[in-house]
């Protein structure tokens, strides 16, 4: 099976006209996703999120080979291709979703869904969910964590900059709790593409 995923990052203003206007620091961007957007593989997904190679490439196989429910299909091979367009910031999260998407799109057992959250501590340690691109240069540090679906356990952490661990503790907890969201949007965008077939 082969997946290809766009993810594509658009700048969303911080005091942008959405229906969830971003706070200070403590919301999340628009979200936007649509699927089966290639003809020839079996799945595809395009995750819009207000989006070192090698790095982030393992980081997010090792994530879905966390939950992807290999043994159903031994001896199967499962390549997600993720295409960056734009980064406006908190890129490893916005393609841990669009993973996450075009393997459902694609059919692919797995024990959960996964979400990516990103969270930034600036230099007086506010926590800001979902940083944009020069929320990120500014930040002391910067923290992404994968989340299933079922228990909003931790998967997979990638962190950057220096944090003490009451903060560790804090971005986590954020990042559980807007996973909520992560997963809501998931569930409608799903119901959406269903009910129109």
Same mark, same amino acid.
């Given at each position: 099976?082969?997946?290809?995923? =766009? ?5 969303r +203003?911080? %005091? ?23 003809s020839?593989?079996?799945?595809? +997904? ?11 490439e ?12 290999? !043994?159903? =299909?031994?001896? !199967?091979?499962i !390549? ?17 979703n669009a993973?996450?998407?075009a393997?459902?799109? +694609? ?10 959250? %990103?969270?930034?501590?600036d ?8 940083? %944009? ?12 964590f +994968? ?11 990638? %962190? ?13 907890a ?23 077939s």
């Open positions: 099976m082969e997946e290809e995923m =766009h993810t594509d990052a658009k700048i +203003a911080e %005091t942008g006209t959405g229906s969830s206007p971003r706070g200070p620091g403590c919301s999340l961007r628009h979200f936007a996703c649509e699927q089966n957007l290639l020839r593989p079996d799945g595809s +997904a395009s995750f819009l999120q207000g989006v070192a190679e090698k790095s982030r393992r980081l997010i196989r090792n994530t879905c080979e966390a939950v992807v429910l290999g !043994t159903l =299909h031994p001896r !199967t091979s !390549t997600v291709v993720l295409q960056v367009v734009s980064d406006a910031g908190s890129l490893l999260a916005c393609c841990l993973a996450c998407m393997l459902v799109d +694609a059919g692919v057992p797995m024990r959960a869904l996964f979400c990516g959250v %990103t969270c930034a501590l230099s007086d340690g506010t926590l800001m969910l979902d940083p %944009t691109s020069k929320q990120e240069k500014e930040a002391r540090a910067v923290l992404t +994968a989340l299933d679906s079922v228990e909003r356990k931790l998967l997979m952490s990638s %962190t950057k900059g220096l944090y003490s661990d009451a903060e560790l503790q804090q971005c986590l954020a990042a559980q709790a807007a996973s909520q969201h992560v997963f809501r949007f998931y569930r409608e965008s799903l119901q959406r593409r269903y009910s129109k």
